[in-house]
């Protein structure tokens, strides 16, 4: 049974760093697509970041770009997101996803939260300004 276990959500305040984890239990991650989704309250989920585990540049949704970066550690069979200079509009729950795609990277990147069969249970994120 896959299992995504995410943490590192809390409270921060605007301008400050926050890294989150996703740990996936009975799932390899190599060669999988992992990512990072957001949901704030009365908003539909949106795609943050995505990453191929086999290699690839990430996708990053352009209101995080140069301040959120996605990683995968193999070894660990686990993404991060690190986050740094948070702005209020980043607080939302925060989904890691996870799946195989045919195509690898050019199919991972490109994808919606639709196309993902695997979740976690979400993690909070809160900013105060």
């Known amino acids: 049974q896959v299992q995504l276990v995410e943490s590192g959500g809390g409270s921060v305040q605007a301008g400050e760093s926050l890294r989150l984890s996703c740990a996936a239990a009975g799932y390899n991650v190599w060669r999988k697509c992992m990512g990072w989704f957001r949901q704030a309250p009365g908003k539909e989920r949106e795609k943050v970041a995505l990453i191929y585990s086999g290699g690839g540049s990430p996708y990053y949704t352009d209101s995080v770009k140069g301040r959120f970066t996605i990683s995968i550690d193999n070894a660990k069979n686990t993404a991060y997101l690190q986050m740094n200079n948070l702005k209020p509009e980043d607080a939302a729950i925060y989904y890691c996803?996870?799946?195989?795609?045919?195509?690898?990277?050019?199919?991972?990147?490109?994808?919606?939260?639709?196309?993902?069969?695997?979740w976690g249970q979400g993690t909070q994120l809160t900013i105060s300004s």
């Open positions: 996803a996870a799946d195989s795609f045919v195509s690898g990277n050019s199919t991972c990147v490109g994808a919606k939260a639709t196309d993902f069969r695997y």
